[in-house]
């Protein structure tokens, strides 16, 4: 199964969307969540060793 492309701007929104969900669970302790987020990112093809990880919350 081929992914659809993405234009920039939903590669963007879809990061964006991930760091404040991950965040989100990071702050409340809940590795489950993280787990999911990964999946998801694995999943729209976007590599969470990408992202930011300097932000707050995000170990």
Do not use: C, W
Request: hydrophobic share 40%; no cysteine; aromatic share 4%.
């Amino acid at each position: 199964m081929s992914k659809a492309p993405t234009s920039p701007a939903r590669e963007q929104a879809l990061r964006d969307s991930l760091l404040v969900r991950f965040a989100s669970a990071a702050a409340a302790g809940n590795i489950d969540i993280k787990k999911a987020l990964n999946r998801e990112a694995t999943y729209l093809g976007i590599q969470l060793n990408k992202i930011d990880v300097s932000t707050p919350g995000l170990h």
